[in-house]
């Protein structure tokens, strides 16, 4: 049973533009949510993260926002850079500490 | 952060036998974990390794498989046993800083490539 779920294998978007994953959970426990970027031959660099108790957070460039009612949760990046081109994990965890991840989106930013 | 190295980066063995991978992190941390990623799957948890004591096993990972030792706050090392080639995946270790209560970040070692022949 997948308790987190990352349905788009990938996503494609113009240099500038707005990129929006997006993250599915099923586990009403988790006690908060993280994404992180993954280049080949890297292990995976963590970005962001939200506590259940807040519906939005913001670092730059990148935004979280967590709609718990529907449990979902999406990354924003703007602008998009070529740069930001990677795979992108969507992850949960509660009180042990514990992460589960999602399969990753893979973000394909076009100069 | 911490800076967490691996070795070895990556390997190619042959099946039946078995590899030690090494993980060595810039300071004393609390919780080390290992996951493995095989292809196109997401990071899965293979244990919790403990300090002083047995790690944790994940449900579908056993001792005898994939033994963990974690002698003190900076090093830990994962055996892939008897390897098949159903083992071929990426193997991460990670850290959860002392400390931090917020969001409890993991933070990823580089990974190691393992290919089974």
């Known amino acids: 049973d997948q308790q987190v779920k990352q349905n788009s294998p990938s996503l494609s978007v113009q240099e500038g533009r707005i990129s929006i994953l997006n993250c599915d959970y099923t586990?009403?426990?988790?006690?908060?949510f993280l994404w992180y970027k993954k280049y080949p031959a890297e292990g995976p660099t963590f970005l962001i993260s939200?506590?259940?108790?807040?519906d939005k957070n913001e670092d730059g460039r990148f935004t979280v926002f967590l709609n718990k009612s529907a449990k979902h949760l999406s990354l924003h990046i703007v602008p998009s850079q070529p740069g930001d081109s990677a795979v992108y994990f969507c992850?949960?965890?509660?009180?042990?500490?514990?992460?589960?991840f999602g399969k990753g989106t893979l973000l394909t930013v076009n100069p | 952060s911490a800076v967490i190295s691996q070795k070895p980066s990556r390997d190619i063995c042959q099946r039946g036998t078995s590899l030690t991978i090494q993980c060595q992190v810039d300071?004393?941390?609390?919780?080390m974990f290992w996951y493995r990623q095989q292809p196109g799957q997401s990071l899965t948890l293979i244990a919790t390794?403990?300090?002083?004591?047995?790690?944790?096993?994940e449900s579908g990972f056993v001792i005898d498989k994939f033994p963990i030792s974690r002698p003190n706050l900076t090093f830990s090392t994962l055996t892939v046993s008897n390897m098949s080639p159903e083992d071929s995946s990426i193997y991460l270790c990670?850290?959860?800083?002392?400390?931090?209560?917020?969001?409890?970040?993991?933070?990823f070692g580089p990974g190691t490539r393992l290919t089974v022949l």
């Open positions: 939200i506590s259940s108790i807040k």
């Open positions: 992850a949960a965890g509660g009180s042990n500490y514990k992460l589960t």
């Open positions: 586990n009403s426990m988790f006690d908060y």
């Open positions: 300071s004393q941390v609390t919780m």
């Open positions: 990670s850290v959860d800083i002392y400390g931090r209560v917020l969001g409890n970040e993991q933070f």
């Open positions: 390794a403990n300090q002083g004591s047995e790690a944790t096993y």
